[in-house]
């Protein structure tokens, strides 16, 4: 019955629209080597100072590092879909980057089976929608074993 929508990033530029191999995008800086999620316009390492920042695609998996129920509606400018439903956000230590980027965790997953270290991986999945588009944002989910 619905339906297909567009589907467009919720946020432009933060992370590639590639369904089968999404990654986030960040930068890193040409001279150091330090990298930014998200992106910064200048490095903000004291010994660097300098050097051009590149954008970057970071690790696609990482290790679960902690996780939480959010059980009531952020406030605007975050969009809840409608009506609200809890979900779980994850932070995940990306795998080459030792990171932390959080996250929602994706639609359907249990996250009463979680435990730290397991190894994560991003997906794209809906955020919210309206009447045309589709609006989707990375999640985490552990790898399938
Ligand atoms: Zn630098």
């Keep these: 019955m619905a339906e297909s929508k567009a589907r467009v990033p919720a946020i432009e530029g933060w992370f590639r629209m590639d369904g ?28 660097c100072g ?8 970071l690790s696609r998996r990482g290790r679960l590092w902690s996780w939480t129920d959010n059980r ?3 406030p605007p400018p975050f969009v809840a879909k409608q009506p609200f439903e809890p979900y779980t956000i994850a ?7 030792k990171m932390v980027v959080l996250g929602q ?9 979680f435990r730290v270290g397991q190894e994560m991986e991003l997906v794209l999945d809906a955020l919210f929608e309206d009447d045309t588009n ?7 989910r552990p790898v399938a074993a």
């Design 134 to 140: 589709e609006y989707v944002i990375w999640k985490w």
């Design 105 to 113: 965790v994706a639609s359907g997953v249990d996250a009463s089976a």
């Design 72 to 74: 009531y509606a952020p």
């Design 50 to 57: 300098h050097g051009e920042l590149e954008e970057t695609q």
């Design 20 to 47: 089968s191999a999404p990654c986030l995008l960040g930068v890193r800086c040409r001279a150091c080597g330090t990298v930014y999620f998200p992106r910064e316009s200048f490095c903000r390492n004291p010994g």
């Design 91 to 97: 932070a995940v230590e990306l795998g080459a980057e």
